[in-house]
């Protein structure tokens, strides 16, 4: 189907029409057992994605809900491709990596739907970040459904790009119902824009049945975003034909409800004005079926994805490595002014980069790690953010889509987790999903451990969890060196890349050399050499595991200490050394909890991989059993 770039009735008919018969073949198809999975049709609300893309330019981005394969087609992305994808098929837009909930097709702008509920705002607020930091004045529209107004990220990447004025169109697909349960059993009010306009954002409520309302009302928010004055919100009231998901048989829906969405839909409407004739409809839906019919049959002919692909695209090359162009010195540094000056470093030579969170600007961070970085750099490189971490790191994804490097501060560890979706479900799949197209080059900085004086929610170790994620690096700095050497290397990696800092660690004071070669976000460093035992560990753990071999080595015993440094990528063949050259005998030492902690996971590895060098069990020393010197002894004399 050929569109004109004239947007008359008869195009926007032909737009509507294409996507509707589009989605209802994607229904047969999966009745009849062509699609794996669960499928969110847009059918009833094609007005919204044809109209909105009426508004706006080639170079503008869209992020869409789950049920966006109507804006993928309006956007211009292939219908072979979006339907290969749906089933599939190696031929899809993202071949075969993503199927319905997750496609994407960034080629043509659409950085795609997401599967999780209200996650896009966040992300969008993050594509409109780089448009003003790139100078640029494209916009950003998001889509979402009523459903997902009560989620939390929807609402911090609203507060987000209002705190910023960022050029992004919030547009809230009001269909009436959130998956299986009616707006007004959950929501008060009769229209959700009172959300946007307690958030000091212009908001309106439009349209959605009508393509032209939405077109004139998205064209109006994206010149109040070029002017630099967004966000916007848009409430586009819609209905929905067809049940939540392919399978749903909407026992729940009333029948009155079911039929007025019969007829006041928007191509029921558009056939009601008389505005085109009968046979110009019958001409095109001819024409329509006609081409959808060709679509499947070459869709369905395609292989399925070769599952010895399934891993690829997980990572990115290994970064080429060079040499800092500045003056190589060795200064005296506690570790905090290490990470500060590494910060620096990479904002002189990255002018793209970004560093931000919580206090991180003005303040310096509650431990001063960002100090002086603001009143350096200015206040748009180096700024602080409302008190939001969905909206902190999802934005850090946006960004990354879009070329531009970020750091961000999530000030405890432990608050990681109220937006943890941001890093496994996010940023974890963006190369993956789009096969290399995009990626999401970010750098998430955080501190954890126990000290004295910290509460329950401030003393947790949480590497574990971070490390077991595929599509992200997890470091662990243990000394002012590798503090400095390893926010320089995670900062220049193509991929997400998390530092956890232990705040134990901050004063701790050495020479650290700046300069020479900028290293990958990968490898252990062995720091001794013991022909009796391996002590293998990270983090806070290395000190007194360095002191432990010191007092080992007066009793006659020869310990080494490999620090892991990365516990994502794992550096297997250091351990591999480790073990093989201390007779066989290893122990392994973290600060986490001993259940389900990292030190599991390497203990496993040397006994599955090198069973026949170990001489004696593979042992653990957990956080609470500090006394890692006499531990030590008991185990090993």
């Not at 994808?85 to 075969?96: A, C, D, F, P, T």
């Not at 910060?343 to 030579?349: I, K, M, Q, S, V």
């Not at 490390?467 to 193509?494: C, E, S, W």
């Not at 720091?527 to 010191?550: F, M, Q």
């Amino acid at each position: 189907m050929t569109f004109s770039s004239e947007f008359t009735a008869l195009e926007a008919y032909r737009r509507m029409a294409f996507i509707r018969a589009f989605e209802e073949r994607v229904q047969a198809l999966s009745l009849d057992g062509h699609v794996a999975g669960s499928v969110h049709l847009c059918v009833g609300q094609e007005a919204i994605p044809v109209g909105a893309l009426a508004a706006l330019r080639p170079d503008d981005r869209i992020l869409a809900t789950y049920r966006g394969h109507g804006w993928a087609l309006a956007r211009g992305s292939n219908p072979t491709g979006v339907l290969a994808e749906i089933v599939q098929r190696e031929g899809g837009v993202n071949g075969g990596r993503a199927g319905s909930p997750l496609l994407s097709d960034p080629k043509v702008g659409f950085l795609g739907e997401n599967s999780i509920v209200g996650a896009g705002s966040p992300i969008a607020s993050g594509v409109g970040l780089a448009a003003k930091a790139q100078g640029s004045d494209r916009v950003v529209v998001t889509t979402f459904g009523d459903g997902a107004m009560n989620q939390g990220a929807t609402t911090e990447g609203m507060i987000f790009a209002a705190a910023k004025n960022l050029p992004v169109i919030f547009i809230c697909e009001n269909n009436g119902w959130a998956e299986m349960t009616p707006r007004n059993r959950t929501t008060r009010g009769s229209d959700l824009i009172m959300r946007g306009e307690g958030l000091g954002i212009e908001s309106h409520v439009v349209d959605g049945g009508d393509p032209f309302a939405v077109r004139d009302a998205v064209a109006a928010a994206a010149e109040t975003c070029r002017r630099g004055e967004g966000p916007v919100f848009l409430e586009c009231k819609t209905v929905r034909l067809s049940g939540h998901y392919n399978r749903d048989i909407e026992h729940y829906r009333p029948k009155a409800d079911k039929q007025n969405a019969i007829d006041t839909e928007p191509l029921t409407r558009m056939r009601s004005t008389g505005v085109l004739n009968e046979d110009t409809i019958a001409e095109i839906e001819a024409e329509i079926e006609a081409e959808i019919e060709e679509i499947v049959k070459s869709v369905l002919a395609m292989p399925t994805p070769d599952p010895e692909t399934a891993l690829d695209h997980l990572y990115g090359p290994p970064v080429e490595l060079k040499a800092d162009a500045g003056h190589t010195e060795t200064k005296e540094l506690t570790y905090q002014r290490a990470v500060n000056r590494a910060l620096a470093d990479e904002l002189d030579t990255r002018p793209e980069l970004l560093v931000y969170g919580e206090d991180v600007g003005f303040a310096g961070g509650i431990f001063g790690v960002s100090r002086g970085l603001q009143k350096k750099y200015g206040e748009e490189r180096v700024f602080d953010t409302p008190i939001s971490e969905s909206a902190i790191l999802g934005s850090s994804v946006g960004a990354g889509l879009e070329g531009v490097r970020t750091v961000t501060e999530i000030m405890w560890a432990d608050f990681v987790f109220v937006a943890l979706d941001q890093i496994i479900n996010q940023a974890s799949n963006i190369r993956y999903v789009n096969r290399s197209a995009v990626h999401a080059p970010l750098t998430i900085r955080m501190q954890q451990g126990v000290t004295p004086g910290s509460c329950a929610q401030h003393s947790q170790s949480i590497e574990a969890i971070l490390a077991h994620i595929p599509g992200i690096k997890v470091g662990l700095p243990a000394t002012p060196q590798d503090a400095y050497n390893m926010t320089r290397a995670a900062i220049a990696d193509p991929d997400p890349t998390i530092l956890v800092e232990h705040r134990s660690l901050y004063q701790v004071t050495a020479p650290v050399d700046f300069g020479g070669v900028v290293e990958r976000a990968e490898g252990a460093r062995q720091h001794r050499d013991g022909k009796d035992l391996t002590i293998i560990t990270w983090g806070s753990t290395l000190a007194p595991s360095l002191e432990a071999a010191e007092e080992l080595e007066r009793d006659g015993i020869s310990a080494g200490v490999l620090d892991l440094r990365w516990l994502r990528p794992l550096d297997v063949e250091a351990i591999a050394r480790a073990v093989t050259s201390a007779a066989g005998r290893v122990l392994v030492v973290h600060e986490a909890h001993t259940s389900g902690g990292f030190g599991a996971e390497v203990a496993a590895r040397i006994t599955e991989l090198h069973f026949e060098t170990l001489t004696a069990p593979v042992q653990r020393l957990r956080s609470e059993e500090r006394r890692v010197g006499k531990e030590c002894r008991s185990r090993w004399s």
